[in-house]
């Protein structure tokens, strides 16, 4: 069922849903996920991103959410000033992925204690995207509400026992994906919840065996 937001879109600074709301959105997200302050930035643009970015706005909408603007900030039309003032170098990158969606966004973000993040994002269409990739772990994630990143062994039940944790403490699931590498090897759980969740259940999911992290992202 579509909700208003996905037909009309979200409240923005223009001219377009996809290559300005998106990009920041797709932005803002990689900042949550690196977790701190980056101090530097590179964006490879994709497709119709990479034809397109400097005329619609895509590259100042993007680093306006790695900024951690929202889509309506007026200075998004001033971005690389505020980046500049605020220390935050950055560099753009004409690409192509293949099998990437037209609109997308791979994000490379540097702390100043060297931490460092990829995160590969979508734009497709009102604002809404899908992050379909973090450092080497292929994911799917709406960004629209707060997500469970959970690396684990891929041994039978590890999808039991975390819905079963969830379940118990009334955390609802509305999303779920699982990615793995091969069988027996390394798997990502992706899973989108409703409302908030404690950091104490996160500390029990990480506690069960065959887990090897969880994290918390929260939604943008």
Same mark, same amino acid.
């Given at each position: 069922?579509?909700?208003?937001?996905?037909?009309?879109?979200?409240?923005?600074?223009?001219?377009?849903?996809?290559?300005?709301?998106?990009?920041?959105?797709? +932005?803002?997200?990689?900042?949550? !996920?690196?977790? *701190?302050?980056?101090?530097?930035? *590179?964006?490879?643009?994709? +497709?119709?991103?990479?034809?397109?970015?400097?005329?619609?706005? *895509?590259?100042?909408? !993007?680093?306006?959410?790695?900024?951690?603007?929202?889509?309506?900030? $007026?200075?998004?039309?001033?971005?690389?000033?505020?980046?500049?003032?605020?220390?935050?170098?950055?560099?753009?990158?004409?690409?192509?992925?293949?099998?990437?969606?037209?609109?997308?966004?791979?994000?490379?973000?540097?702390?100043?204690?060297?931490?460092?993040?990829?995160?590969?994002?979508?734009?497709?269409?009102?604002? /809404?995207?899908?992050?379909?990739?973090?450092?080497?772990?292929?994911?799917?994630?709406?960004?629209?509400?707060?997500?469970? !990143?959970?690396?684990? $062994?891929?041994?039978? +039940?590890?999808?039991?026992?975390?819905?079963?944790?969830?379940? $118990? /403490?009334?955390?609802?699931?509305?999303?779920?994906?699982?990615?793995?590498?091969?069988?027996?090897? *390394?798997?990502?759980?992706?899973?989108?919840?409703?409302?908030? !969740?404690?950091?104490?259940?996160?500390?029990?999911?990480?506690?069960?065996?065959?887990?090897?992290?969880?994290?918390?992202?929260?939604?943008?």
């Amino acid at each position: 069922m579509l909700q208003a937001f996905d037909i009309i879109g979200p409240i923005m600074i223009g001219p377009s849903s996809s290559h300005t709301a998106g990009a920041v959105r797709i +932005g803002k997200y990689a900042r949550s !996920i690196l977790g *701190t302050t980056p101090v530097s930035a *590179t964006i490879r643009f994709s +497709g119709s991103f990479s034809k397109t970015y400097k005329g619609h706005g *895509t590259d100042k909408a !993007i680093i306006a959410g790695i900024l951690g603007m929202e889509t309506d900030d $007026e200075r998004i039309r001033i971005s690389f000033e505020v980046a500049q003032k605020e220390g935050l170098e950055f560099s753009f990158v004409e690409t192509e992925i293949d099998g990437a969606h037209p609109n997308t966004a791979q994000v490379v973000l540097k702390d100043a204690d060297g931490k460092e993040v990829l995160v590969q994002g979508a734009s497709i269409g009102g604002g /809404n995207i899908i992050i379909n990739r973090i450092n080497d772990t292929a994911v799917s994630i709406s960004g629209k509400s707060d997500t469970l !990143i959970i690396p684990h $062994e891929d041994v039978p +039940g590890m999808i039991a026992v975390v819905s079963n944790i969830l379940a $118990e /403490n009334s955390v609802n699931i509305h999303g779920f994906s699982l990615c793995r590498d091969h069988k027996g090897g *390394t798997a990502v759980m992706t899973i989108e919840i409703d409302g908030d !969740i404690d950091e104490s259940i996160n500390k029990v999911i990480l506690e069960q065996p065959n887990i090897l992290a969880s994290t918390i992202l929260k939604a943008i």
